[in-house]
């Protein structure tokens, strides 16, 4: 049986979310506008800051990155020479994935933005409202 009023859209958890990672999106790419960065090149490297040597699996347990795309990031970032490969002294099938110098200097460069792109993206919420979207978000995602 046909539903008697539409769907109002605007108001579904999934368009929320959509238009939340949109701006989200928007507000980091003005904050690291001089950087050839994407926000999930980011997100590994601030995987890797936090726990350098993590093997191509781990981060992409980690970041809930399907191997494939993962591949792809880790080209890019390697490419820019952020990362390099290193074989895997615990498994001859595995790569490591290590920061280079140059992926490291960036740290105490681009944290400061991040963390300025989170404050602007969270700006209308208070302490409270921002643990308890945090809260929601990680049971959503799970």
């Known amino acids: 049986m046909p539903a008697k009023t539409p769907i109002e859209i605007e108001k ?16 980091f790419k003005e904050h690291f506008d001089d950087y050839d960065l994407t926000p ?11 726990e350098d040597g993590l093997s191509q699996s781990v981060l992409s347990a980690k970041s809930q990155i399907d191997r494939t795309t993962m591949g792809g990031l880790i080209d890019r970032l390697e490419k820019e020479g952020l990362v390099a490969r290193q074989a895997d002294p615990d498994d001859r099938r595995a790569y490591r994935i290590c920061l280079t110098a140059t992926g490291k200097a960036l740290q105490p460069e681009l944290t400061p933005l ?4 989170q404050r602007k993206l969270v700006a209308k919420l208070t302490s409270e409202e921002q643990e308890t979207l945090k809260s929601l978000l990680e049971k959503i995602r799970s």
């Open 114 to 117: 991040a963390l300025k792109a």
């Open 40 to 50: 999930q090149q980011f997100g590994l490297l601030g995987f890797l800051w936090q």
């Open 12 to 27: 579904t958890v999934g368009f929320l979310l959509s238009k939340a990672y949109q701006r989200a999106s928007l507000i």
